[in-house]
């Protein structure tokens, strides 16, 4: 049975929550992320992420959703607090019922599966966190085996990209690697099960139509950062180098948008669209 925690003024425990909703260091040091919302709640207990604590007000009637969850709840501890101090702590105009603060999974690449059809997404370099769930959110979409986030990148557990993802970082594994040579020794473990596996990644400048590529090999996309786009040791790396087909005025598309177009048409590839 969880604790029951009562909280009446900005003490320590209600302050490790706040942190963690604003303080990317205080969330790796504790290996703890803060998640608001329904959808993402409810997903995350799913697919079994360790619940830590969920936070509610003591000044508000839960709804029959809320009290299901917290009666049922895996959660180490329940905090009650004042209506004040949870709109406080709420990102919305309206604060949400439950409040959650999730133990972070580990940046192991083995929890990408190695398993057909696969594609797996990779970041380099992402500097917003809403991209960065919206792309998340994109790879459950359509079906893609994982995401890995490389390099000097915004925070995959920013609430804004769990908030973005709508929860789906809870079913898509997304791995962070900081160097180009861990994600060089993740390719060659997928390389040593798919021998014919293709590094393709996107460019304004491809030398090849994304609407015309197959896509019929196991596949590592890779996306650029939003300024900068793929970095050239990035670019070293692909068989490949995709345009998205454009017309109008606009030289590129936002990261996001170029990666659900890229998603879409390698399931349509698989024969799944």
Partial sequence: MAELVRIYAEDNNFQHAEVLRRNRVKRQKNREFFVEGVKPIELALRNGWQVSAFLYSRDRALSGWATGILSSSPAERHMELPGALMAKLSEREEPSELIALVRMRPDDPARIPLSSPFLALVLDRPASPGNIGMIIRACDAFGASGAVVT????????????????????????????????????????????????????????????????????????????????SVQYKAMCDTLLRIPMRGAASSLNVASAASIALYEWERRQGRR
């Fill in 151 to 230: 390099g000097h990148a915004a925070d995959v557990y920013d609430p804004k990209a769990v908030r973005a993802s709508v929860g789906t970082l809870f079913s898509v594994p997304v791995v962070r690697m900081g160097s180009h040579a861990q994600l060089l020794a993740w390719i060659a473990q997928a390389r040593a099960r798919f021998p014919d596996l293709e590094i393709v990644g996107t460019s304004a400048r491809g030398t090849a139509s994304l609407a015309e590529h197959p896509f019929a090999r196991p596949t590592v996309l890779l996306l650029g950062n939003e300024t900068s786009g793929l």
